[in-house]
């Protein structure tokens, strides 16, 4: 069985030094209806007191969840880094918020009403454990809410970003390259059902929502190049694919200097039917 050490240990350093970078680069972004990811997320739980967040990061998610009085709110994540700034927000004060992995979480059973997860999910390895813990924390008929990233729109330029990206990584040493992250099955509805029905989640509801992160070019640049994939590019490689990158863009930029650029998440949804495997 893999233990998901070395994608964990590059997730901790990763982050030690972009602490916020998750919801720097996407907590701007915004759907149709004019919400961020991270609004919706929240938006899903409006009934629940008792919420774990699986992957806080900085807290961003959890601060949104706070602006409901009387909430009992809750994070976990592999980075002391990310912890440390979301200990620093005043709204977090009262909230338990621990270092450690979604595979071994520590709570109790019947923790939480409802556990929330904003772009995390899926690069957690054995996930089948991590679907088992959230199971134990959460009370029979407790909501599980995650936002996958779901790739680019199209006709965009996050989507020649990525094209740029791929070329790069092709002429990479593998030294340089991340580790694979994540169980793929958390990218697709029918994967997730088959991941989380076993723990004993109802099917999964499933939505596909347009998050735009139109803008300068310098503030799309710094949203794309906030990807894992660029971490342990040398400076050298991560100034070529800047340059190419503004050149690939220059015939979308509209007068106003603005560049198009979206993504788009994968909403999943689901509750609790029994007790979780004990
Ligand atoms: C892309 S960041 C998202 C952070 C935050 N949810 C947000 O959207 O701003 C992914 C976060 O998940 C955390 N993470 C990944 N795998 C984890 C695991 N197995 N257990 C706990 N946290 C994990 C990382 O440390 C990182 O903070």
Not at 126 to 142: D, F, K, N
Not at 184 to 195: F, H, I, Q
Not at 224 to 249: I, K, N, W
């Amino acid at each position: 069985m893999t233990t998901g050490a070395p994608q964990e240990a590059f997730l901790q350093a990763f982050h030690a030094e972009y602490p916020a970078v998750t919801a720097e680069a996407f907590g701007r972004g915004r759907a149709p209806d004019g919400r961020s990811s991270y609004e919706i997320l929240c938006d899903q739980l409006a009934g629940s007191t008792r919420v774990l967040d699986l992957g806080c990061g900085d807290g961003l998610l959890l601060e949104l969840l706070a602006r409901r009085a009387g909430r009992q709110l809750a994070g976990v994540d592999l980075s002391s880094h990310s912890l440390a700034l979301a200990r620093c927000r005043p709204k977090l004060s009262e909230a338990k918020l621990e270092e450690g992995r979604a595979q071994e979480l520590p709570f109790a059973d019947d923790s939480f009403d409802a556990c929330a997860s904003h772009m995390a999910l899926m690069l957690m390895s054995e996930i089948e454990q991590v679907a088992a813990e959230v199971a134990r924390v959460l009370s029979p008929g407790g909501v599980l809410a995650c936002a996958v990233g779901g790739g680019a729109v199209g006709g965009e330029g996050y989507e020649r970003f990525l094209t740029l990206l791929r070329r790069t990584i092709e002429e990479t040493p593998a030294s340089r390259r991340i580790p694979a992250l994540g169980d793929k099955r958390t990218r697709s509805r029918e994967g997730l059902d088959e991941v989380l029905g076993r723990a004993g989640f109802a099917a999964v509801g499933w939505e596909t929502v347009p998050i735009d992160l139109s803008g300068p070019v310098e503030q799309v640049w710094a949203t794309v190049s906030s990807l894992y994939d660029l971490g342990p590019l040398d400076r050298a490689t991560v100034e070529r694919l800047r340059v190419a990158f503004f050149a690939e863009v220059r015939d979308m930029t509209t007068s106003d200097g603005h560049v198009p650029c979206a993504f788009k998440i994968c909403l999943a949804t689901t509750r609790l039917r029994r007790a979780g495997p004990r």
